[in-house]
């Protein structure tokens, strides 16, 4: 069972997501992507779809054409676990 992040491990794990917004009091991280054209915005979506699965970990996202908003919470533990860190790290780096 995956554990929710203490307090003073959440405000650490943000320090690195620079472009991740906690969401409080939900426990959730949110990050919007804007792309060219929907073909890149949903090119994303389905990299981001395969690590996803891949680490059987899933967001909650939405697409508006170009527009993507990811969220990250781990509903298994009601709140913000390693697992989300995790995602949004491998997110970020599909951009470098
Ligand atoms: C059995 C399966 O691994 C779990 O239900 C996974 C699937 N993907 C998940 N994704 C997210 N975001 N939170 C979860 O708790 C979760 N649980």
């Not at 491990?9 to 060219?36: G, H, N, S, Y």
């Not at 090119?43 to 996202?61: I, N, Q, S």
Request: net charge negative.
């Amino acid at each position: 069972m995956v554990e929710r992040l203490s307090d003073a491990a959440r405000q650490a794990a943000m320090f690195d997501l620079t472009q991740w917004q906690l969401e409080e009091p939900a426990e959730a991280i949110v990050r919007r992507f804007k792309f060219k054209d929907f073909s890149e915005a949903f090119a994303f979506m389905t990299r981001v779809a395969l690590l996803a699965d891949a680490a059987g970990h899933h967001p909650e996202w939405s697409n508006v054409y170009n527009n993507v908003t990811i969220r990250l919470t781990t509903h298994d533990a009601r709140g913000l676990s390693e697992k989300d860190i995790a995602l949004a790290h491998r997110i970020d780096a599909l951009l470098d």
